[in-house]
């Protein structure tokens, strides 16, 4: 079965702390994979996109990694921020076609 | 260039009433698709239009839910006879490039939240 997983499901950390979500998938054929970021009552919005050859891609404090042999992808932030507090979605697609498979989420709440 | 436009922001609904949801894509984007998203759980897929054409329904119930996007205004995802489990979160996302392609990019709306009383 086709399936998304992430983890932690939710996580609360210091501003200015670093931390790691983790995303594991089971899609195959596997085309690429995405990390959105979805602030309360928004649409997601993307922060990368990787392709089964990359291993890592970075945008600003946002560094995703893959490991398409494990089907493992985590997302690091770092130096984190309170405009950080949002749900970060992993989101894995088929090869060649259009059909996301979209993780439930994990929660990340950045305090003061 | 403003971003997808949805609207109502939020839509409350009796039981057997009808919902009609707007999408208004980015500037030039020609695929439009719609989402639903339940209370803790990821988004799903529903449907996959063109300009006046449907071309994957595969994730829409057969039954009270249509969609369309004609030449002219934004897409409309209908929900007739309302029942309360078709409370949920509706996002509608647009893209300039055919889908598959490995740098597409979704642009998403800010959803319409339906609630069915």
């Known amino acids: 079965k086709n399936q998304v997983e992430q983890s932690p499901q939710s996580l609360i950390i210091l501003e200015g702390k670093n931390c790691t979500l983790q995303?594991?998938?089971?899609?195959?054929?596997?085309?690429?994979l995405r990390w959105y970021k979805q602030d309360t009552g928004r649409g997601p919005v993307s922060l990368t996109i990787?392709?089964?050859?990359?291993n890592t891609k970075s945008n600003g404090r946002y560094t995703a990694t893959l490991d398409a042999d494990t089907k493992q992808s985590s997302l690091h932030i770092t130096a984190s921020q309170l405009s950080d507090s949002a749900s970060y979605i992993c989101?894995?697609?088929?090869?060649?076609?259009?059909?996301?498979?979209f993780g439930t989420g994990t929660r990340l709440k950045v305090l003061a | 260039n403003a971003g997808v436009m949805q609207n109502p922001r939020h839509l409350v609904r009796r039981r057997g009433q009808e919902a009609r949801l707007r999408c208004s894509p980015m500037k030039g984007h020609s695929h439009v698709y719609w989402y639903r998203q339940l209370p803790e759980e990821g988004l799903k897929f529903m449907v996959y239009?063109?300009?006046?054409?449907?071309?994957?329904e595969s994730g829409m119930p057969k039954e009270r839910f249509s969609a369309e996007f004609p030449k002219e205004g934004p897409s409309i995802l209908r929900i007739q006879q309302v029942v309360r489990g078709d409370s949920a979160a509706y996002f509608c996302?647009?893209?300039?490039?055919?889908?598959?392609?490995?740098?597409?990019?979704?642009?998403f709306g800010s959803g319409t939240q339906l609630s069915v009383l």
């Open positions: 239009l063109q300009k006046e054409n449907i071309i994957d």
């Open positions: 995303c594991n998938y089971t899609v195959s054929p596997f085309s690429n």
């Open positions: 989101v894995v697609s088929f090869s060649g076609t259009y059909k996301y498979i």
């Open positions: 996302a647009s893209s300039p490039i055919p889908p598959g392609a490995t740098n597409e990019k979704l642009f």
């Open positions: 990787m392709t089964f050859s990359e």
